[in-house]
């Protein structure tokens, strides 16, 4: 018995699902760097450990077209990526226009919980679901 509550035990804290990643952006400075955060740190630290360019691919961001039925097809604005104490900093090549609507996309790839979960979920056409947060400077 004390053997299968330890198995019952030990599934249960295997089979839960990870909270929601509550992304955060904030124009700093003079409007010309964006601010990202709410992403743990450690995470952030592994990526930037294994690929410099790993910050792009999890934060991509957009300039928000007229048109917002078009918006997933844009380019992806270019710019600099700096990990600083847990926050990510973009600076773009060229500086945001004011007025004009941008967007970062983040696929939350944590919410699926296993890998099994994640096949099933994902497998169809199309992309993952993501959130998207506006900003303009």
């Avoid at 792009?56 to 928000?64: A, C, D, H, K, T």
Wanted: glycine share 6%.
């Amino acid at each position: 018995m004390k053997k299968f509550c330890l198995i019952l035990f030990v599934a249960c804290i295997g089979c839960s699902k990870p909270e929601q990643v509550l992304v955060k952006t904030q124009l700093v400075g003079d409007g010309s760097i964006l601010k990202i955060t709410g992403v743990d740190s450690t995470i952030l630290n592994d990526i930037m450990r294994n690929d410099s360019a790993g910050l792009q691919v999890l934060f991509p961001i957009y300039s928000m077209p007229a048109d917002t039925d078009m918006k997933d097809f844009q380019d992806q604005q270019p710019g600099k990526y700096l990990l600083k104490r847990g926050e990510v900093f973009f600076m773009p090549d060229t500086p945001f226009k004011a007025k004009q609507t941008y967007f970062l996309r983040y696929y939350n790839y944590a919410l699926s919980g296993d890998i099994w979960e994640f096949i099933k979920i994902n497998n169809h056409k199309g992309k993952p679901p993501h959130a998207d947060y506006t900003f303009t400077p």
